[in-house]
């Protein structure tokens, strides 16, 4: 279990409320933001400290790894330079009786916190251009302590619980609602014709015309090397959901994978650098990984892609891939 610090000034009630924390991808300016970057290293059973006016006022369990997700509705007006499309990941919130004000603290917190990225000033201010750092078990068993059994109660592991992979969800609700209100988008644009809207909505199960055309560049799983096609999906490099219409049925946007190869890469527990090396997210539970044919012992090397598979598999290690990336 690792310890996160939020601030939430701005959010604390949507995202309490709605169980989850969310940020942008980037910057405004479209530069990598590494509090925003972070958000891909929270694992599910990760306790979370949430900070608003001044105070700890919520602790929360990390239910989910983190996903790619549209801004929640309900931030309304809030941020109106973030994007559109950012990271979220779901949270069980419990707020907090013993809201502690660290500056009445500090004296006890400050030689704790950590010389880069702390979430307080020595002062014991907020540092509100930090969003998402990572805080050391030795500042959050003191931050702990000042809460009382609030914070005892999360941290006592619950029986029968033995890694935190265990905690994960089995779906995104928020992903699916997000493709099927695009999908519906296509399905009423009477403006396209019928072969072409069908051939898009079959696109985003990897099947149809998409799934033809990868076969054309693809003809097996690159990791298992399963060859029959009934047993094969075509997965985007860049997702259905992030693709105009064109990507969503270019061929070079594409590998053939079995199902559960398919699922690590869409949820980017794994990806490829250009030379076919197969990367590892440092949050994948790796025995399940080993379980599903993906060795993590020793480097895979899967073979060459083409310059425009290159392309899009760039996009999947930088908005897919949960590894945080560095400026």
């Known amino acids: ?15 309490v409320q709605g169980g989850y924390v969310w940020s942008p991808k ?3 300016n479209g530069a990598t933001n590494p509090f925003y970057e972070t958000m891909r ?8 400290f949430s900070f608003a006016d001044t105070r700890i006022k919520a602790l929360g369990r990390a239910r989910s790894f983190c996903f790619e997700c549209p801004k929640p509705a309900e931030f309304g007006s809030t941020g109106p330079n973030w994007s559109q499309i950012g990271w979220r990941v779901e949270v069980e919130w419990q707020p907090l009786i013993n809201q502690i004000r660290p500056k009445d603290h500090i004296g006890q917190i400050r030689p704790y916190l950590p010389p880069r990225y702390s979430p307080l000033t020595a002062k014991g201010d907020g540092l509100q251009g930090i969003y998402l750092t990572n805080v050391p078990d030795s500042l959050a068993q003191v931050i702990g302590g000042l809460i009382g059994p609030e914070f005892s109660a999360l941290t006592t592991q619950a029986p029968g619980i033995e890694e935190p992979s265990q905690f994960v969800l089995a779906d995104l609700p928020a992903v699916d609602d997000w ?9 009423a644009n009477e403006a396209m014709p019928e072969t072409d809207r069908q051939a898009l909505v079959q696109a985003r199960r990897g099947q149809g015309l998409f799934k ?3 076969s054309t560049i693809e003809s097996e799983c690159r990791i298992t090397h399963v060859n029959n096609p009934i047993h094969l999906v075509a997965s985007h490099c860049k997702p259905w959901r992030d693709s105009d219409d064109r990507e969503r049925l270019d061929g070079e946007n594409g590998l053939l994978l079995t199902p559960s190869i398919d699922h690590l890469f869409d949820r980017g527990f794994i990806s490829f650098d250009d030379t076919g090396v197969v990367l ?31 392309e899009y598999l760039q996009y999947h290690r930088d908005s897919i891939f949960l590894e ?3 400026a």
Do not use: C, Y
């Open 1 to 15: 279990m690792r310890f996160w610090w939020v601030n939430q000034n701005q959010t604390f009630r949507q995202e």
């Open 26 to 28: 980037r910057n405004s």
């Open 41 to 48: 290293e929270i694992a599910p059973g990760d306790l979370i």
């Open 179 to 187: 493709e099927e209100h695009l999908q519906s988008d296509i399905a």
């Open 212 to 214: 033809r055309r990868v």
């Open 280 to 310: 590892i997210s440092p949050v994948a539970h790796r025995s399940s990984l080993q379980k599903m044919g993906v060795p993590t012992d020793t480097p895979l090397n899967v073979g060459a892609f083409s310059s425009g598979q290159r």
């Open 324 to 326: 945080r990336r560095l």
